[in-house]
């Protein structure tokens, strides 16, 4: 044995035939006398043939034969030796092998019934799996229904797949299967989901990724139901600014400096001396009740500074239509203040945004010294 493995090793045709005709029943010798004879451009299928009696457990010699069966347009004998790779070995490579093999064939039904059998075993990036599924299909029902198993991991990485191509509407489908049994690894996928449907105007969608997230305990956030009349997140802002889904985005800005101070429900907003004439500050998403009057009001108080050009800002998403604009008086002066606001959306406003901005007006300077915000309400008016 030791001098037929001195002889295998050689990388010589001579030596891998002389290895096998003294180990005629070693599968592995018979194996590296193929590969020797296919890299010289020689045909190496009865060494492999002949290995797969020898150890019919090897799926990838079954594999290698199924490919060579297909070039040659064996079509039977290659589809036979991928399901003896299949029966020898359970794991993804003869999946994977088989669901090609039927898109190759055009056979939709069983490319559909072995992507979803690869997906029911596969880890890692699935991304290439998907693709082929939406080649044989192009229906993203007919695929989730048919190919896509409720494997949390799978879900996740199919909703990222989704969204990253576009397909929001089968992609929402998809997160609707994957909240009730998604895990902390998925939760940036439903979170970025949210986002990007909200970017859509796709509100409805939006809305079930959040709440359910926050129902499962996977997002710490407000539960957002507009019927309610309250529909600021993380208005007293007690959370970190994330900027995703229905949270506060916090663009960066060159000498403003934005302050959480939960403790008082409030931020502080601080101008130093490059700050810009214009730039927004903190902005989030809001889901209003069309036709409906509303209520927004806050406390403030500057240090050394007045309030001018400093004002909160709501528009609709889609028109960018200013439904109101409450921003401090122009005079500088150290105590709190309250100012409020009342406006009316129209018959089809649902999704808006609120804004935090500063634009320099007319005949004044760049503000430098800080700003604190408190109490931030939006409500339905009385």
Avoid at 226 to 242: C, S, V
Avoid at 358 to 371: A, F, H, K, L
């Amino acid at each position: 044995m030791g001098w037929a493995d001195w002889l295998s090793h050689r990388g010589t045709l001579e030596g891998a035939r002389k290895s096998v005709g003294l180990a005629p029943g070693n599968s592995v010798y018979l194996e590296h006398a193929a590969e020797v004879a296919e890299a010289s451009g020689g045909n190496g299928i009865l060494f492999r043939e002949r290995a797969a009696i020898a150890n019919p457990l090897d799926s990838a010699n079954w594999i290698t034969l199924a490919t060579r069966a297909e070039i040659e347009n064996r079509s039977g004998e290659a589809e036979r030796d991928l399901l003896r790779a299949y029966s020898a070995d359970h794991q993804f490579e003869p999946r994977w092998s088989l669901a090609n093999f039927y898109f190759r064939r055009g056979d939709r039904e069983r490319a559909l019934e072995w992507g979803r059998k690869t997906l029911e075993f596969g880890s890692g990036d699935l991304s290439a799996v998907f693709q082929l599924l939406w080649n044989v299909s192009g229906n993203g029902t007919e695929i989730l229904e048919k190919a896509i198993p409720s494997r949390p991991l799978v879900l996740g990485q199919y909703l990222q797949y989704l969204d990253g191509s576009g397909r929001l509407g089968d992609a929402s489908g998809v997160a609707q299967r994957l909240v009730p049994i998604a895990r902390t690894e998925e939760q940036d996928a439903l979170a970025m989901h949210c986002s990007r449907c909200l970017d859509a105007g796709r509100v409805d969608e939006a809305v079930a990724a959040w709440n359910g997230m926050i129902a499962r305990g996977l997002l710490n956030g407000d539960l957002i139901k507009p019927e309610a009349g309250k529909p600021l997140e993380n208005a007293n802002f007690a959370r970190n600014f994330t900027g995703v889904g229905f949270d506060w985005s916090e663009p960066k800005v060159e000498d403003v400096v934005v302050q959480r101070q939960p403790e008082t429900s409030g931020i502080r907003i601080a101008f130093f001396a490059h700050a810009p004439e214009n730039c927004g500050i903190l902005g989030e998403y809001i889901v209003l009740s069309p036709h409906r009057k509303y209520r927004l009001q806050y406390r403030y108080e500057t240090t050394g500074m007045s309030g001018a050009g400093i004002r909160w800002l709501i528009s609709v998403r889609t028109t960018r239509t200013v439904l109101t604009t409450l921003g401090p008086p122009d005079a500088a002066d150290s105590a709190e203040h309250t100012v409020v606001s009342q406006f009316e959306t129209p018959p089809a406003c649902r999704l808006a945004t609120i804004e935090l901005r500063y634009d320099r007006e007319p005949g004044t300077v760049r503000p430098q010294g800080s700003i604190r915000f408190s109490h931030l309400e939006l409500e339905f008016a009385p």
